[in-house]
């Protein structure tokens, strides 16, 4: 340790010079740009970071740039897995421009989601990722004020001038439903989210909606329970539908998570899935495959989703705006939770 650096003292750039005696541009360009310096010179230079323990003054960086290199995503609940694959694809592009992801969650509260995007933003975040198109009018305009890049995921941009990354939930919905009513199925509930400020719930219900036209058959008719997103939610919604319809043949869940409540409720209830009733999610997290019996659902591209969310902001950041929305497919993945309706006498 160099004699003038006490040991309460945090390390500089020019302690590290003096421990690899070598200029501070070089252990500059070592720690920004490896590959302009040689690698016994940044073996020399990395020895003495590690040894003293030295971290780059971040904030001194971001204040001369400009930037922070630092992005926020804000997801409406870490309570379940939905959003955590396509998080971890944007992180990871992220990290090919060594930046770093900041994450929060709105708990479904446009209050909430409103103070985190101002505290993101006083903090100098470059850019925002957030879920869906429903946000407060009052965020749109923060944003646009400051010119902060910003992406919507999950969806498709209702507004031109905003980037997404993202899919046609109703269509989806309305995919899935068609391949189960087309099986025989009349009687259907739908246990979905909170469809007030969620652009998503409220499309995947109109899809199935759509779906029940189409087929000649009333969409009012489709029983409807809306919840929280979990397991025990999904499990008393699924009793509810049931007492209040003995004769549904056919749940749909607005996701996964739901839907495994629902059939863990079913089980419970004695009723068989899918000869009794048949279940279907939204989402193909992991839980769908493993569950019993495993899961008819929608699999969205949650990695590729996060992946080119993260390439959107970091070209928007520079100014590029070459491919602004971009609408990625989804698919119906077929398991044994779904079956045609078998008559059942009254109970």
């Given at each position: 340790m160099p004699a003038n650096l006490r040991s309460t003292d945090l390390p500089t750039l020019q302690d590290v010079a003096e421990a690899a005696k070598v200029s501070t541009a070089t252990v500059s360009r070592c720690l920004n740009n490896p590959e302009q310096v040689t690698?016994?010179?940044?073996?020399?230079?990395?020895?003495?970071?590690?040894?003293?323990?030295?971290?780059?003054?971040?904030?001194?960086?971001?204040?001369?740039?400009?930037?922070?290199?630092?992005?926020?995503?804000?997801?409406?609940?870490?309570?379940?897995?939905?959003?955590?694959?396509?998080?971890?694809?944007?992180?990871?592009?992220?990290?090919?421009?060594?930046?770093?992801?900041?994450?929060?969650s709105s708990s479904y509260d446009p209050d909430i989601e409103l103070d985190q995007i101002r505290n993101l933003v006083a903090r100098?975040?470059?850019?925002?990722?957030?879920?869906?198109?429903?946000?407060?009018?009052?965020?749109?305009?923060?944003?646009?004020?400051?010119n902060?890049?910003?992406?919507?995921?999950?969806?498709?941009?209702?507004?031109?001038?905003?980037?997404?990354?993202?899919?046609?939930?109703?269509?989806?919905?309305?995919?899935?439903?068609?391949?189960?009513?087309n099986l025989g199925h009349q009687r259907i509930g739908f246990i979905s989210a909170h469809t007030a400020h969620n652009d998503r719930a409220r499309d995947r219900v109109r899809g199935a909606r759509k779906a029940m036209e189409e087929l000649g058959l009333d969409p009012e008719a489709l029983r409807l329970e809306e919840t929280n997103y979990s397991?025990?939610?999904?499990?008393?919604?699924?009793?509810?539908?049931?007492?209040?319809?003995?004769?549904?043949?056919?749940?749909?869940?607005?996701?996964?998570?739901?839907?495994?409540?629902?059939?863990q409720a079913a089980r419970h209830a004695g009723i068989r899935i899918p000869e009794d009733v048949s279940v279907t999610g939204f989402d193909d997290i992991e839980l769908a495959r493993v569950v019993t019996p495993a899961l008819t659902t929608?699999?969205?591209?949650?990695?590729?989703?996060?992946?080119?969310?993260?390439?959107?902001?970091?070209?928007?950041?520079k100014g590029e705006t070459s491919s602004r929305h971009i609408v990625l497919d989804t698919n119906v993945v077929l398991r044994e939770s779904l079956a045609p309706p078998k008559f059942r006498d009254k109970r």
């Open positions: 690698a016994r010179t940044k073996k020399r230079v990395m020895d003495a970071v590690s040894r003293l323990g030295y971290s780059p003054n971040f904030g001194a960086r971001a204040l001369a740039a400009r930037r922070t290199n630092t992005f926020g995503a804000i997801i409406p609940t870490m309570d379940n897995a939905i959003f955590a694959r396509g998080l971890q694809a944007f992180q990871k592009a992220l990290e090919t421009e060594h930046a770093t992801m900041i994450v929060a100098g975040a470059d850019g925002l990722f957030l879920i869906g198109n429903d946000h407060d009018p009052e965020i749109y305009e923060f944003l646009s004020r400051r902060i890049p910003t992406v919507l995921a999950w969806t498709i941009s209702s507004d031109p001038e905003l980037a997404s990354v993202g899919f046609n939930n109703l269509e989806a919905s309305r995919t899935l439903a068609l391949e189960a009513l397991i025990d939610c999904g499990f008393e919604a699924f009793n509810r539908l049931m007492a209040a319809d003995k004769e549904i043949t056919l749940v749909m869940c607005g996701n996964d998570v739901l839907a495994v409540g629902a059939l929608v699999h969205v591209p949650h990695r590729q989703m996060g992946r080119l969310a993260a390439q959107l902001l970091l070209e928007e950041r």
